[in-house]
């Protein structure tokens, strides 16, 4: 009998090793169920969104000069943009870019500081963009027609690269852009119009 014992305990702590080994690799499978869940669902990335909040013009009314037809202007475009975070993780974003453009022609440009969203959270971001007129020098007569007509459209593109942080060491990039058309009466230097379309790059 003594032997018999003996002989099961090795069977005993090799069938116990067995059922720990069982149980660990279980709640491991069971681990990356889980997280594959959360990664679909509650962790999955989401787009950054960006809008205009405010737009409104510091700048004196335009004056064109003869018989050397030019226009004079002095617009500076006060813009404000939020940005949607709408992870439930944190977006770091760093040095933006917001372009000025007139007929397809850039005309300003301003950078936007580098900063963090918190999860679920938005941030604003001020932007000031000046027209520069002496990039329209070979195309002025359009600039010179809207004046008289009493208003301009311009455009402003903007485009601010970051990464979405989850869990503190699972990063995504994602660069949030948006596109806007606006439109400056004159003389009343006001923004009469303005059409936002926002997408993100993930």
């Known amino acids: 009998?003594?032997?018999?014992?003996?002989?099961?305990?090795?069977?005993k702590r090799k069938r116990s090793c067995l059922i720990a080994i069982s149980v660990i690799l279980f709640l491991i499978?069971?681990?990356f169920i889980i997280a594959l869940i959360l990664a679909l669902t509650v962790f999955k990335p989401k787009q950054p969104k960006t809008e205009i909040l405010s737009a409104f013009v510091d700048g004196v009314a335009p004056r064109i000069t003869f018989p050397a037809v030019w226009v004079e202007l002095n617009i500076t475009l006060n813009i404000t943009i939020n940005v949607e975070n709408q992870n439930h993780a944190s977006f770091r974003h760093g040095e933006g870019k917001t372009l000025l453009l007139?007929?397809?022609?850039?005309?300003g440009n301003a950078n936007l500081y580098p900063g963090n969203i918190p999860a679920r959270g938005?941030?604003?971001l001020p932007c000031?963009?000046?027209?520069?007129v002496d990039k329209l020098a070979n195309d002025m007569s359009k600039l010179i027609s809207d004046v008289v007509g009493g208003e301009i459209m311009v455009e402003t593109k903007t485009r601010i690269p970051g990464r979405v942080t989850f869990l503190g060491f699972i990063k995504k990039h994602a660069v949030a852009i948006s596109e806007c058309q606006l439109t400056i009466g004159f003389p009343d230097m006001k923004v009469k119009r303005q059409d936002c379309?926002?997408?993100?790059?993930l």
């Open 1 to 11: 009998m003594p032997e018999n014992s003996n002989h099961n305990q090795p069977n």
């Open 29 to 31: 499978f069971l681990l």
């Open 102 to 107: 007139y007929q397809g022609t850039q005309v």
């Open 122 to 124: 938005n941030a604003t």
């Open 128 to 132: 000031r963009l000046t027209l520069q």
């Open 197 to 201: 379309k926002s997408k993100a790059k």
